[in-house]
């Protein structure tokens, strides 16, 4: 524990911090209470187990994925393997509480497949406290106290904020005040009075971050966990044995590579990570909420506890040094200079922060003026966001934006900018852990987003002085891009970086946005963009694919955009693909006769029914051949048009023979470039008999007017009767093709897909959009940004 001022009564065993994330190991063991409950099997006539799917718990329960809302399960939001990222921001709190908070996950996107990666997220953690509710009707906060704290004594540790605050033993978390590790302005060390959570507000993280503790409770809690659930003193059962091993099972890999020469990659289970340090076994976790750091470790094997408490924001630099030094100590190992090695990894990692592409000189102007940037822009999980233009002259701002830029915590960060001359946004953002964004210009349409939070409200409401206000955040950690739309209120503002806390290193393809009609993939020109969008009303090719724009000049329009933004960034490419789904085939028809169940258990296994032949290699019927004349129709429509649209300068096509047939009838008397045959748009191949392809010999016969891509086998050297292509596989396909024509099509703006239903939706998860339902004969249009890696 560090006690960082004199003005606070002194650091006892008893006095209470906040232990953030080490709040998660106390979820999970209350989950796996929930599993070992005969009662609760008994009312449900089902025993809950690890591996149930949270979608058959909760009817809040929706993910943007199809296949990943109806597939997670307990064990993947343990251990953070859904394919969401943090998305931190979008959790705050909300009139309907948890309950809503669940209800916009899906509203918010993945950004890898499911189970693809481990990418922790506290939302997960969030959702699943409302099971205490939702199956026993019981608050989870109540539901801990009653099996974990009261059993163990834990008798100073609540998730209540207004119950540590009258206790008056709630330690005085610290900040570093004005700190800019940019600007290398280190900041003061400031007292965040009161605690960053006000009484209420700390429910909505309850379940991942929300115990305030102390060093005396903790002790109980280790000790117990070290003696396999049973209380270190009564040797009475607490948590059962079974939980407390399978909490601490790896699950998904927290860390690829080594950080020491000393400790091995880590794996997470049910929040905590289990690594090896010099031979030796450490199951932990870390917590850091504003002002407080924590670390709760145990050596399994050498019945070894560690609980490392700080009111220091900065706290980690001292506490991994103390936890190895004792470590070391009590273990008899040769002392490592660990104090020194915390010191170069902190001015290592401050250097590589400062180390960023500097501000051209004379930066490139926005595609529309700096005022006509303000506006209200809304996401349906992030809420609005109303950006304040910061002018020279307060007479030419609107009311709104009057009280928002002459307000004191405003005016401090204004002050406190390094280059008051860049042309700087306010965006009031009340969040859990903030409370403004500032957005200062970098070049064309690009701005550095700064995250920041200060306290001044909360003091002046309740009767502190302004001398110690805390403000932090000043750094540029992010960037934002304002995009415009085809009318100014579909315009939006694409945040990216590690804004929605996404795990690993580049950006790839895609993004995520907030804007006035929140959710679009990247611009919103099209009808099928929106999130809430009908599909049947839209129809499966709608006249101008979907356009929005329904003037005679809408394609050049529309082409004259990208081209713009094309222009703008070298690294930046965005390109147009007209993803188009087969019409209609045998296999359709023979799903449609038997149903799901049995078409996947018995008859996909089959080329025919005696009646019906969909295999090898389904074709097209004479309705799935009607369907590709209607896509042909609309591209004629379009084409007649007094400023046409631009033909696929690239036409690619799955070598399945209902993909051929459906591409040949689309593109006939439109267009008369060559369909390139790719073996990677093909459907998920293997198990079905209809995804099992002809041979290269019968489609260079069948559709001689294709070119085949040179590496493309005779047989089908991919399709097995046993073995179905899994979604991660098809997904990695499908980023490869990405790859592929972003790498190779440089010129190349237009880019149509003929393929199938799956492999599209691999294509939607690659570009972090929507999975849309597309139907037989369908054309599905989406403009992609990819950035190229440096």
């Given at each position: 524990m560090v006690a960082r001022t004199s003005m606070a009564p002194p650091i006892t065993p008893d006095t209470v911090f906040a232990i953030a994330s080490d709040s998660k190991l106390f979820l999970a063991t209350g989950v796996g209470l929930l599993i070992k409950n005969e009662s609760l099997a008994?009312?449900?006539?089902?025993?809950?187990?690890?591996?149930?799917?949270?979608?058959?718990?909760?009817?809040?329960?929706?993910?943007?994925?199809?296949?990943?809302?109806?597939?997670?399960?307990?064990?993947?939001?343990?251990?953070?393997?859904?394919?969401?990222?943090?998305?931190?921001?979008?959790?705050?709190?909300?009139?309907?509480?948890?309950?809503?908070?669940?209800?916009?996950?899906?509203?918010?996107?993945?950004?890898?497949?499911?189970?693809?990666?481990y990418q922790y997220n506290n939302l997960m953690y969030e959702t699943l406290s409302h099971l205490q509710p939702t199956l026993l009707n019981q608050t989870f906060e109540s539901y801990i106290a009653q099996h974990i704290f009261m059993p163990l004594g834990m008798n100073a540790s609540t998730y209540?904020?207004?119950?540590?605050?009258e206790r008056g033993t709630l330690a005085q978390g610290h900040h570093w005040s004005m700190k800019d590790s940019l600007a290398g302005r280190n900041g003061t060390l400031t007292a965040t009075v009161p605690y960053f959570q006000r009484p209420g507000e700390e429910k909505i993280w309850a379940g991942a971050a929300g115990i305030l503790s102390s060093a005396r409770d903790l002790s109980v809690w280790v000790a117990m966990l070290l003696n396999s659930g049973r209380h270190p003193s009564t040797n009475a059962t607490v948590i059962p044995e079974d939980v407390v091993e399978h909490v601490a099972l790896g699950a998904s890999v927290s860390l690829k590579k080594a950080e020491?020469?000393?400790?091995?990659?880590?794996?997470?289970?049910?929040?905590?990570?289990?690594?090896?340090?010099?031979?030796?076994?450490i199951i932990e976790h870390g917590g850091s909420n504003p002002g407080f750091k924590t670390i709760v470790s145990r050596l399994p094997h050498d019945n070894i506890g560690l609980v490392v408490l700080s009111n220091d924001d900065n706290g980690v630099r001292v506490m991994e040094p103390v936890k190895f030094q004792i470590i070391d100590?009590?273990?008899?190992?040769?002392?490592?200079?660990?104090?020194?090695?915390?010191?170069?990894?902190?001015?290592?990692?401050?250097?590589?922060?400062?180390?960023?592409?500097?501000?051209?000189?004379?930066?490139v102007l926005p595609t529309t003026s700096f005022d006509a940037l303000e506006g209200n822009f809304n996401h349906l999980t992030y809420g609005s966001i109303s950006p304040c233009y910061?002018?020279?002259?307060?007479?030419?701002?609107?009311?709104?934006?009057?009280?928002?830029?002459?307000?004191?915590?405003?005016?401090?960060?204004?002050?406190?900018?390094?280059?008051?001359?860049?042309?700087?946004?306010?965006?009031?953002?009340?969040?859990?852990?903030?409370?403004?964004?500032?957005?200062?210009?970098?070049?064309?349409?690009?701005?550095?987003?700064?995250?920041?939070?200060?306290?001044?409200?909360?003091?002046?409401?309740?009767?502190?002085?302004?001398?110690?206000?805390?403000?932090?955040?000043?750094?540029?950690?992010?960037?934002?891009?304002?995009?415009?739309?085809?009318?100014?209120?579909?315009?939006?503002?694409?945040?990216?970086?590690?804004?929605?806390?996404?795990?690993?290193?580049?950006?790839?393809?895609?993004?995520?946005?907030?804007?006035?009609?929140?959710?679009?993939?990247?611009f919103g020109f099209f009808a099928q963009d929106d999130p809430l969008a009908d599909a049947d009303a839209i129809g499966p090719v709608p006249p101008r694919f979907g356009l929005l724009d329904a003037s005679d000049t809408r394609w050049a329009d529309f082409t004259a955009k990208l081209r713009e933004l094309n222009a703008h960034d070298a690294a930046v490419s965005y390109k147009l693909f007209f993803f188009g789904r087969h019409g209609e085939g045998y296999h359709n028809v023979g799903r449609e006769k038997y149903g799901d169940t049995d078409w996947l258990a018995h008859w996909s296994k089959l080329n025919s029914d005696g009646e019906i032949k969909w295999g090898p290699d389904a074709e097209l019927t004479a309705i799935g051949m009607g369907e590709a004349a209607n896509a042909n129709k609309v591209?004629?429509?379009?084409?007649?048009?007094?400023?046409?649209?631009?033909?696929?300068?690239?036409?690619?096509?799955?070598?399945?023979?209902?993909?051929?047939?459906?591409?040949?009838?689309?593109?006939?008397?439109?267009?008369?470039?060559?369909?390139?045959?790719?073996?990677?748009?093909?459907?998920?191949?293997?198990?079905?008999?209809?995804?099992?392809?002809?041979?290269?010999?019968?489609?260079?016969?069948?559709?001689?007017?294709?070119?085949?891509?040179?590496?493309?086998?005779?047989?089908?050297?991919?399709?097995?009767?046993?073995?179905?292509?899994?979604?991660?596989?098809?997904?990695?396909?499908?980023?490869?093709?990405?790859?592929?024509?972003?790498?190779?099509?440089?010129?190349?703006?237009?880019?149509?897909?003929?393929?199938?239903?799956?492999?599209?939706?691999?294509?939607?998860?690659?570009?972090?959009?929507?999975?849309y339902p597309l139907p037989t004969g369908g054309v599905l249009p989406v403009v992609v940004k990819a950035t190229r890696c440096i």
């Open positions: 008994e009312h449900r006539r089902e025993k809950l187990r690890w591996d149930t799917k949270i979608a058959t718990l909760l009817p809040e329960w929706g993910l943007m994925d199809a296949e990943m809302q109806n597939g997670v399960t307990i064990q993947d939001m343990l251990s953070h393997r859904t394919g969401m990222p943090r998305h931190d921001y979008s959790g705050y709190a909300r009139e309907g509480g948890v309950s809503e908070m669940i209800s916009t996950l899906r509203f918010l996107r993945p950004s890898s497949g499911f189970r693809e990666q209540s904020v207004a119950e540590a605050e020491f020469p000393e400790t091995s990659p880590k794996v997470y289970g049910c929040g905590q990570n289990r690594f090896s340090y010099r031979g030796h076994e100590a009590l273990l008899g190992l040769e002392p490592i200079d660990w104090a020194q090695r915390y010191v170069d990894s902190i001015a290592k990692g401050i250097r590589d922060n400062q180390a960023v592409t500097p501000r051209p000189s004379p930066p910061v002018r020279s002259h307060t007479s030419e701002l609107t009311p709104t934006c009057t009280d928002v830029l002459t307000h004191p915590v405003v005016q401090s960060i204004l002050n406190a900018s390094e280059s008051p001359e860049i042309p700087t946004f306010i965006v009031p953002f009340k969040r859990t852990f903030s409370t403004h964004l500032r957005l200062a210009h970098f070049s064309g349409n690009l701005f550095n987003v700064s995250v920041i939070w200060s306290n001044h409200d909360v003091r002046r409401a309740e009767g502190h002085t302004q001398s110690e206000d805390v403000l932090v955040g000043l750094d540029n950690r992010f960037m934002v891009e304002w995009v415009p739309g085809p009318t100014r209120t579909e315009d939006g503002f694409a945040f990216s970086g590690d804004f929605w806390g996404k795990e690993g290193g580049c950006e790839g393809v895609g993004g995520l946005w907030t804007g006035e009609r929140g959710g679009v993939a990247v591209w004629k429509e379009e084409r007649a048009m007094g400023v046409p649209i631009m033909l696929p300068e690239r036409i690619y096509c799955s070598p399945m023979t209902r993909a051929m047939q459906t591409n040949s009838i689309t593109f006939e008397g439109v267009s008369g470039r060559r369909p390139v045959v790719l073996e990677s748009i093909r459907e998920w191949y293997g198990a079905q008999t209809c995804d099992k392809r002809k041979t290269r010999a019968y489609i260079e016969k069948a559709f001689p007017h294709f070119d085949i891509e040179s590496s493309f086998t005779d047989e089908d050297e991919l399709w097995e009767m046993e073995t179905r292509e899994t979604q991660e596989h098809a997904i990695m396909r499908a980023k490869a093709v990405l790859d592929k024509i972003f790498v190779e099509d440089t010129d190349v703006t237009f880019v149509s897909i003929t393929a199938h239903v799956g492999i599209i939706s691999s294509f939607m998860y690659a570009v972090d959009r929507k999975r």
